[in-house]
């Protein structure tokens, strides 16, 4: 017996958004950076780690003050870090209320972790007999101003209640979707920062310090960006992180000489100034050499590095065989 073909109906009915619009090439990778709420969520949730980092550190102080200290403020570091790559999502009176706090909660870490890097900064330097002892009274004097452990606790708990209020904060005043170009140009904003005090670093120690710092940030952002993305973004990441890392050195020299000088009471000041000059030799060759490893990851102008960044993003994001579409910006 024949059969005829069922009737038609309007059940079924055509997706109102292709897909490939909302997500990119069909069998692209998916990533938060694609989807600006997921990107919200993500970058919150960064923020939020760093804050239970800082949390965590404030409850290991009877373990090892001095790695509390500095698990601290590296926390603080990273929240100022996400903060920076919303900053251009927020009102500024916002902004600058968050940025604030989280730097008053570091900086009331300094003394602490000075006290605790400062001997063993200056056990590996090269000294005379004259300026290891100078040295030494130096530290004996500085031994007398280490806080107790119980203020250090107290310490390293206001910072991180202050992170933490910073996180309630940071969410409220965030519109609902975060796209993919403001964290772009928060990063290039960072970028511009570091490169400008590396400029400026040739002849001021200070400057130095402060490229130090933004390079961090930028270093902790570019990771960030990594984890969602794939090995080019990550290859950048690595790039700026290595020339980072050799700051350090240099950066604990600047602290140390300010730390003579502190601690140097009752120490002829012929003798704390000579120790001071011996620190500022080594110093200098540091920073030298800092500044011309650094020379190549920080020669481009800020927006052609935010513009090598977007298309890492993009081809890492993109299947290998529709490579040939990766001329523009982040969908």
Known sequence: MATTDAPETDDVKPLPVPEHDKLGPLGAKPSALRDSTELRAKLLGEFSKAVQNAVEAATSADQGS?????????????????????????????????????????????????????????????????????????????????????????????????????????????????????????????????????????RSKPWFHTWRRRSKELAYQLDFVAGHAGPRANAIQAELSGVTDQLGSAVDLIMLREFVETHGQGIPADAVEHLRDTIDAQLDDLMKDARKAARDAFSLKPKKFERRLAKSVKRDLTPIDDEDRVNGDLA
Do not use: C, F
């Open 66 to 202: 001095a790695a509390a200290v500095h698990d601290s403020r590296k926390a603080l570091r990273r929240a100022r870090a996400v903060l920076s790559m919303v900053a251009r999502a927020l009102p500024k009176s916002e902004r600058q209320a968050v940025k604030s706090a989280l730097q008053e909660a570091r900086r009331s870490l300094s003394t602490i972790r000075d006290h605790s890097v400062a001997p063993e900064t200056l056990g590996q330097l090269v000294l005379s007999d004259e300026d290891r002892d100078t040295a030494k009274r130096v530290l004996d004097n500085a031994a007398e101003a280490i806080p107790a452990l119980a203020e250090i606790k107290q310490l390293l708990g206001e910072a991180a209640a202050r992170a933490a209020a910073q996180g309630e904060a940071l969410e409220a005043a965030l519109p609902a979707s975060i796209e993919w170009k403001t964290v772009s140009e928060g990063i290039r904003d960072v970028y511009a920062d570091a490169r400008r005090a590396r400029r400026s670093s040739k």
